[in-house]
C-alpha cells in the first residue's frame, strides 16, 4: 500500500514536501512516480526515480524546481516542490511500478505503474 500526504495550500512562489509512504519492504525494489490531474484534465506524469534514487525523471513543467529523493530504509519517497505556480494545483499521486525493479527505469506512463496511492491535493494560490 502507498499513501501519499503533504498536500495543502500555499501561495505562488511557495514551497511543498510531498511524501509517498509505502508498507512493505518489497517498496525499496521498485520505481516510484508521481503524477497530477488537474480538474477536467488527465493525468500527468510529474517525476520518477529508480529503487536506488540515483536515476530521476522530470517533466519538462517542473524540471528545476521538483527533486525527488528517497529513504529505503523508511519506505518513503518525497517530492520537493518549490516556487509553486498556480498552474500546479491538482491532486497528486504516488505509484510504484513492479516492472522497473532493480533497474534505473523510470517510466513516464501511467500504465506502468501497478500500486497507486489515494491522491493528495496540491493548491496554489495566485
Known amino acids: 500500500q502507498l499513501q501519499a500526504s503533504g498536500g495543502g495550500l500555499v501561495q505562488a512562489g511557495g514551497s511543498l514536501r510531498l511524501s509517498c509512504a509505502a508498507s512493505?519492504?518489497?517498496?525499496?525494489?521498485?520505481?516510484v512516480g508521481w503524477f497530477r490531474q488537474a480538474p477536467d484534465k488527465g493525468r500527468e506524469f510529474v517525476a520518477a526515480?529508480?529503487?536506488?534514487?540515483?536515476?530521476?525523471n522530470y517533466a519538462d513543467s517542473v524540471k528545476g524546481r521538483f527533486t525527488l529523493s528517497r529513504d529505503n530504509a523508511k519506505n518513503t519517497v518525497w517530492l520537493q516542490m518549490n516556487s509553486l505556480k498556480f498552474e500546479d494545483t491538482a491532486v497528486y499521486y504516488c505509484?510504484?511500478?513492479?516492472?522497473?525493479?532493480?533497474?534505473?527505469?523510470?517510466?513516464?506512463?501511467?500504465?506502468?505503474?501497478?500500486?497507486w496511492g489515494q491522491g493528495t491535493q496540491v493548491t496554489v494560490s495566485s
Open positions: 505509484a510504484a511500478s513492479l516492472r522497473a525493479s532493480y533497474s534505473d527505469y523510470t517510466p513516464i506512463s501511467s500504465n506502468e505503474y501497478d500500486y
Open positions: 526515480i529508480n529503487w536506488s534514487g540515483g536515476s530521476t
Open positions: 512493505g519492504r518489497i517498496f525499496s525494489r521498485y520505481s
